[in-house]
């Protein structure tokens, strides 16, 4: 029973499958093979076809996009816990973005013929990944909003709430922990600003006692954090 148990939550820990019952765990687990990729490892490119989503266990994939002069525009670092590739699968488009193991990684990959499939035999579970899709969907407005409305402390106070909720869940403590894997380059990338600026945007956080720095470890007074997060200006 334990094991089951363990099994169930390891599945569910993956947002799209969070409110699959254990029937549909079995059966989605049953498509799943499991994989391993080396630092630098091209998993897919834009343009390629959707055939299968992974859901990454181990390792860091990052996903980018290229300009026709080679310029790199970042737009996520995926860590164990995520999915990845998951629209093209659904909507049967081609890639639109490049992902390429930044450490060695591992993880499960389905395909989409046998994903969509499952999915028109069990309306329950279909049901369910609608519901992940608008939670996704939510989740990058306000990514573009965090860009496109805040400054710079700003956009790093809420980067850094956004990473702790994929930890903590919504509800997070008063402090918390984060072990952060991104360089400041990274960020940057994702946050649309040169390296330089987000490090003055991580002092004015240290100044305001919102983080303390060790290294990668970061320590984080929530509220102060939100306080940045959300100016009232």
Known sequence: MAEINKSLAFWRSFPIFEEFSKELIEQVAALAQHRRWSAGAVLFQRGDEGNYMILLTEGRIKVSLFTTHGKELSLRHFEPGALIGE?????GQPRSADAIAAEPSEGFVIGRAEFKAFLARNADAMDAVVNFLCRRLRETNEQLETIALYNLDA?????????LRQVHGDELPDEARLQLAL???????????????????????EDAGAIRRDGNIIDCNIARLRRIAEPED
């Open 87 to 91: 629209l093209a699968v659904l909507d």
């Open 155 to 163: 956009r790093v106070a809420r980067f850094l709430l956004t990473t």
């Open 183 to 205: 360089n400041q380059v990274e960020i940057g990338g994702i946050l649309g600003a040169s390296r330089p600026k987000i490090n003055g945007a991580i002092r004015v956080l």
